[in-house]
């Protein structure tokens, strides 16, 4: 499984951990036979794909914007209560009338407001925290450049991440003990 890698937007190789490896193959594996059973109930042959994430209504690929709009972004701010509604830290917010076409009630404007930086976590986000995590496993900036796939090492270095507080406290407590 060590051998399993992505290249998408470049000749360079991108690697797939191992145990991430074997949870997709499982995933590929269940929609196969998911296939097969619904074939063998309806007769209709479900269209093969080389997307791993389809959507069951379009039959193609997620988009990432509307992912990140009506989910993302909506459960980030669910991390705060609700000073309309007092749904809590976690709970979606509610309302006793009936919520038009049967979807969810949507985010309480104040609720956007009294979640502050949580209401604007998106997919960067996630790329700037990977960085943070790589910073602090020791990875050389090479390899760090290469894992985010940016174009000039400058971006890796400059833009994306940010130390993690206990790393900073853990190299200035070394300085430090060197006085």
């Not at 998911?34 to 959507?55: C, D, K, M, N, P």
Request: charged share 20%; net charge negative; with cysteine.
């Amino acid at each position: 499984m060590s051998g399993f890698s992505i290249a998408r937007t470049s000749e360079d190789e991108l690697p797939l951990d191992p145990d991430l490896a074997a949870i997709l193959l499982d995933w590929i594996r269940q929609c196969e036979r998911e296939a097969r059973e619904a074939f063998e109930r309806t007769g209709i042959e479900v269209q093969e794909s080389e997307l791993l994430f389809t959507s069951p209504v379009t039959g193609r690929h997620y988009h990432a914007s509307p992912i990140q709009q009506d989910y993302f972004r909506p459960a980030w701010c669910c991390l705060v209560a609700c000073p309309t509604c007092g749904a809590g830290a976690g709970v979606w917010c509610f309302t006793d009338s009936p919520v038009p076409n049967g979807k969810r009630l949507p985010i309480h404007d104040e609720r956007w407001e009294a979640a502050g930086k949580y209401g604007h976590v998106g997919w960067h986000t996630f790329r700037h925290t990977y960085r943070s995590w790589l910073d602090d496993t020791g990875a050389p900036i090479g390899i760090q450049h290469k894992l985010m796939r940016h174009a000039q090492v400058a971006t890796t270095m400059n833009v994306c991440g940010n130390a993690l507080m206990e790393s900073k406290r853990d190299a200035n407590t070394a300085v430090v003990a060197r006085s």
